[in-house]
């Protein structure tokens, strides 16, 4: 019977894994931390440990190093490219200090040394960078799928790589735009990273009914953003409006009580 290959992929978690009787196949791997950050200038060099599991009790996994760029897409999604597409790609920066192959038998762990070594020439100005690494499977484990057909199962986790430099930190969100959406019954915000930092921090909104006196919390949101990202979010309500006029109140939380970015929305629900 024809092999066909099963290829996992999940990112920014701190293991990857699958577990199934109709597979019949355990493998995974760890991978900790799930981000590593370097603060260094130009022509300096850092390097950070990165420990590497086998979480399976059964089977020895042959490991490669690689190397990949990301950025977030409007929406906060992890959109994963080609090594140096980015303009603000550092992945010709990096180097494995043991060399990019593993083996490590069921159970075993091994650190890997990644050096990252910072340009002489670059300006101070680009402040950010940042990079994917990636811990793949290199021999896949027989399996059957839920039908009974024989499948290859492998699996790969990858880790974020940033680094900054030294000038001062800022860390500037402003919201440029609000709307109600009565069709989807939601919040719609518009905001931009103005600082010079990857900044993350928490969203909250509420909705006062001014008409009833009511107010509705609509919960809180995560939120990631790099520098000069520009990101949406919609914020549904869980339940229909009453008539009445409301007023949407939205912050952004992205440090201590002195860091807040808020804006309100006044409309009419009919």
């Not at 894994?17 to 603060?39: D, K």
Request: proline share 4%; hydrophobic share 40%; net charge negative.
């Amino acid at each position: 019977m024809r092999c066909r290959e099963l290829f996992l992929s999940l990112f920014l978690m701190g293991m990857v894994s699958i577990f199934s009787p109709l597979l019949r196949a355990q493998v995974g791997v760890s991978v900790s931390p799930p981000r590593v950050y370097y603060t260094l200038d130009p022509a300096e060099s850092g390097t950070q440990r990165i420990l590497v599991t086998n979480i399976s009790k059964q089977h020895s996994m042959d490991l490669s190093i690689t190397f990949g760029d990301w950025k977030y897409d409007d929406y906060g999604n992890n959109i994963m490219l080609p090594p140096d597409t980015l303009e603000n790609s550092c992945v010709s920066w990096l180097s494995v200090v043991n060399g990019t192959y593993l083996t490590l038998a069921p159970g075993e762990s091994k650190e890997i040394e990644l050096t990252m070594t910072v340009p002489f020439g670059i300006n101070a100005s680009e402040n950010v960078q940042t990079a994917m690494l990636y811990v793949t499977q290199m021999n896949p484990v027989d399996g059957v799928d839920a039908k009974g057909a024989a499948i290859k199962i492998n699996v790969r986790q990858g880790i974020k790589v940033y680094r900054r430099g030294a000038i001062p930190e800022k860390k500037q969100l402003e919201i440029v735009e609000m709307s109600y959406n009565k069709e989807n019954n939601s919040v719609g915000l518009g905001f931009k990273n103005n600082g010079n930092v990857w900044t993350n921090g928490l969203l909250s909104a509420t909705l006062f009914n001014s008409s009833t006196g009511k107010e509705m919390d609509l919960g809180k949101i995560d939120f990631y953003t790099m520098p000069s990202d520009y990101r949406k979010v919609i914020i549904h309500a869980a339940e229909p409006l009453e008539k009445g006029t409301y007023i949407a109140t939205v912050i952004l939380d992205y440090g201590d009580d002195s860091v807040l970015e808020a804006a309100e929305l006044e409309f009419s629900y009919e």
